[in-house]
């Protein structure tokens, strides 16, 4: 690990993925962790007893505290958003607020700061729309249809890559972009899908596919983004650029996710199914070919294994 010595300030860092990236982190730098902790893994840690770890409970909506306390910093890793589905449905007006000023307001004050070195902005494959079979970087991105609540979030994280690359190319700031596709492992708070199942599994309860379970994913195990993470950190070339992280080689459909799920697990539940009623993805898999050749990056946690990793964690979290 390169990174030593470094304030890195990460918003929405008691996030799932922020969580993952501050292990990896916390020993060797000062960390800020900027949150209004909607959305707790880092509690149920240790890590906030690390003496090298500040919390600071903020919202990137108020550009004055943020600014205050984004100050000194070399490295931001801005993860802070309005995320998952059943969420953005709800909330269509607060996730483009969120999304969309908040990550102006993240990137106007970096561009205050003098020694920064790196500010990495989050988006999502969720750019891609309904059908992203092997998508590149360079794969046209889609907005979705006008009055669909589902596409303000992609929407508003497709603005925000927009809003990076521009203080990118007019600045100077050193920014560069993620794609996350599918993340899953221990700790995972929100809403993703093996998070629900493996719940729902080791508590015998029903798992519930939306659809006719057709839909199909590739899953990455957090390590694996972390891992992401930290190369496009760390290298100088990935400046200015965007990187699609994922594991095309763990590509299944949601109703195979849910049986695997239900056999490793040893569970008794039943798979049911319930109408969608909202736009869906028919496919996402990513092309991870300019991460491999710019970044070093390759996937190494197989699916199932995630899987099994998953409901350990659960198990001894949940008491079950």
Known sequence: MSIKGKQIFLTGGAGFIGTKVIEKLVDDNKIIVYDNLSRDSLGKTDLLHHKNIELIKGDILNLNHLSESIKDSNIIIHLAAIAGVDTVLRSPVKTMTVNVIGTYNVLESASKLINMDRLMEFSTSEVFGTYAFKVDEKSSTSQGSVGEARWTYSVSKLTGEHFAHAYFKEKGMPTVGVRPFNIYGPGQV?????????????????????????????????????????????NPDAVGQSFNIGNPTSTVTVFDLAERIVRLSKSRSKIIFKPITYTDIEIRIPNIDKAKLILGYEPKVHLDEGILKTIEWYRNNLGV
């Open 190 to 234: 929100g809403e993703g899908a093996i998070h629900h199942f493996v719940k729902k599994a080791i508590l015998e309860e029903d798992l519930v596919v939306h659809g006719d379970g057709s839909q199909i994913r590739a899953w990455c195990y957090v390590d694996d983004i972390v891992d992401g993470i930290l190369l496009a950190l760390e």
